[in-house]
């Protein structure tokens, strides 16, 4: 800079200081306002400039609105999309566009297995766009939309998606209040209602009607907007909720753009599986193909109960047996016929217990005897208005879902768009061995947790050795000279086989005036239980005995005190 413009400067600073002040304030004033509100969408600031294209570049997001009551793998069926294309930073377009439109105009493509199976009639033209989000794993769903948006617009440059479900909106309608669209005023009770109608009130079989068919999306969208930017002080409700709907995946982002994408994945806002296998894993997972909008009428229970044997803490890896696992899902279909688009629900669920087995959703064809390994367990069901669904599935766990350091983990994976799915989680370990966790109720050598997936969640516990002696939970006297003993755990064979570690005598409580000589003929014992074989013993019913335990022991070495007990011969 000159002298010259440097002095020109310089009075320009001096003749309009207050109002630059002014100016620095007011614009200070709205970035700690903005920053304030934004919430968790804080993080996105620094990346502000990549995100939007501010200063001077351009940004192409497809957005893809899924209704949540007809659940697809990702989300939802796919209702409408919209290209937003971003300017310096500023909106500059958004055009929604249907799902049967010329977005279907593309040679026949293979659908994934079991679509063309349930959906096939005389009006299915195949895999298309609409069915693209089939991989629980939203970066893949992600990637195969894009792969089918360039069938019939291959010029067309995307920097990512946005992926929207349906409950995303009636939560915006619950921060914001009712909103006047088109004459009609929407609020949370009615939305779905009024988005149903607009959408579905034509001839399907007409194609003209359904080319043509109006969708109340676009208003809807301009009147979200209009009310946000009027009602600034309601901009951190509006964040907080959509905070919420990135937690719960009810808004799903994918960036071709690694640092936004990386960003996406650090705070759980990608939809994105684990990449790491370590620990236990457990994904329930539903497609509606054909149930219409039923999902908004069908609860799912989930239990999910894990066994760790004994032999699994074995000092010989030869004698180590894997953890197992029992997983049983109780589905109610609890819509009637008359709630709109509700009727008999056709679901292909899959439930997995790999994140690696995600690849395999866009598999064409079903399991089979060679790939059926690493591919997850299937079902398909149907269910009518009322009616209700059990399904189980067994599995053997690897051993690695048990840490060296003795942890068990086990990472749930929210499917996106559920709601109300109530899971219960069983830890079960040997007797004596007990839990120390954070996340799980602890009860002697179980652990429980239960509750509503909301957001995917990682479940650990930590198993502490057996420091108890083994206790006793039984002794009975049913037939003359056998004496029967049960242990909470198993025990030392060496020490609980030995003649010598007990002693029985006639205590002539009911019978004083008779007195068994009894001897100890020998020792039979079966992990937990020890039956004790006598002679000399008489018909004294109701007679009492007692029985000296010593030197007993469980497989971890905690010795059982001396102690003498009493049975009561009851012979049948």
């Known amino acids: 800079m000159t002298k010259t413009k440097k002095s020109a400067f310089l009075e320009f600073l001096k003749k309009h200081r207050h109002k630059l002040l002014v100016i620095f304030f007011v614009f200070l004033f709205l970035v700690t306002f903005v920053i304030s509100v934004s919430g968790g969408l804080r993080v996105f600031f620094p990346y502000l400039g990549e995100l939007t294209g501010f200063p001077f570049g351009q940004k192409n997001y497809l957005v893809i609105f899924q209704n949540n009551n007809e659940l697809r793998p990702a989300g939802g069926f796919i209702s409408s999309f919209a290209k937003l294309q971003l300017t310096a930073g500023v909106p500059t377009q958004l055009q929604i566009e249907d799902v049967y439109g010329s977005i279907d105009d593309h040679a026949y493509q293979t659908p994934p297995w079991p679509m063309e199976k349930l959906l096939a009639n005389e009006w299915y033209k195949g895999y298309s ?56 005023w929407l609020n949370q009770d009615n939305l779905f209602e009024e988005i149903t109608a607009s959408v579905n009130d034509v001839d399907r079989h007409n194609l003209e009607s359904l080319a043509n068919r109006k969708s109340i999306l676009k208003p809807l969208s301009n009147a979200i907007i209009k009310k946000i930017l009027l009602n600034p002080f309601k ?88 953890p197992t696992a029992d997983l049983t899902m109780e589905a109610h279909h609890y819509g009637i016929e008359n709630i709109p688009l509700s009727g008999p629900y056709t679901g292909y669920f899959r439930f997995y217990n790999n994140p690696k087995q995600a690849d395999y959703a866009l598999a064409t064809t079903g399991p089979t005897k060679t790939n059926a390994e690493v591919r997850p367990a299937e079902e398909i069901i149907k269910l009518n208005p009322g009616e209700s669904i059990t399904l189980k599935k067994s599995y053997q766990l690897s051993p690695q879902v048990i840490g060296s350091d003795r942890t068990y983990s086990l990472y749930l994976s929210k499917q ?23 996340e799980f109720q602890s009860r002697e050598n179980f ?90 013993q008489t018909n004294q019913n109701e007679e009492r005995y007692g029985v000296t335990l010593k030197n007993l022991r469980d497989t971890h070495g905690n010795i059982l005190s001396e102690r003498q007990i009493t049975v009561v011969q009851r012979l049948d």
């Not at 929207?164 to 909103?179: C, F, I, R, V």
């Not at 964040?239 to 994945?265: E, G, H």
């Not at 996106?416 to 109530?422: F, P, S, V």
Request: no cysteine; glycine share 6%; charged share 25%.
């Open 129 to 184: 766009f609409r069915d693209g989000n089939y991989s629980p794993n939203f970066p893949s769903s992600a990637q195969e939309l894009i792969r089918l948006y360039h069938l019939t617009r291959p010029d067309e440059k995307l920097d990512g998606i946005i992926a929207l479900n349906y409950q995303t909106l009636e939560d915006l309608m619950n921060a914001l209040g009712p909103l006047e669209v088109e004459g009609r």
């Open 235 to 322: 901009l951190r409700k509006v964040s907080d909720t959509i905070t919420r709907a990135l937690d719960s995946k009810d808004i799903q982002l994918y960036f071709t753009n690694q640092s936004l994408q990386n960003l996406a994945l650090k705070n759980g806002w990608a939809g994105a599986w684990p990449t790491t296998t370590t620990g236990d894993f457990l994904a329930v997972n539903e497609a509606n193909l054909g149930g219409m909008k039923s999902d908004r009428y069908i609860t799912r229970d989930i239990t999910y109960h894990v066994k760790i044997p004994e032999s699994y803490f074995a000092e010989s890896a030869e004698a180590r047996e894997s």
């Open 416 to 438: 996106a768009g559920t709601q109300a799915d109530h899971y219960r989680i069983i830890i079960e370990l040997p007797r004596g061995y007990r839990v120390e966790s954070e």
């Open 447 to 536: 652990a429980y947790w239960d509750g509503q997936l909301n957001t995917d969640k990682k479940l650990t516990l930590k198993i502490l050795d057996d420091e108890l002696p083994p206790r006793l939970v039984l002794q009975e006297n049913r037939e003359l000279n056998k004496i029967s003993l049960h242990f909470n755990e198993d025990l030392n064979q060496n020490y609980a086989s030995d003649p010598f570690s007990y002693a029985v005598t006639d205590l002539n409580f009911k019978h004083p005036e008779k007195t068994d000589d009894i001897r100890i003929r020998k020792i039979v014992t079966t992990s937990k239980d020890v039956d004790i074989f006598l002679t000399g």
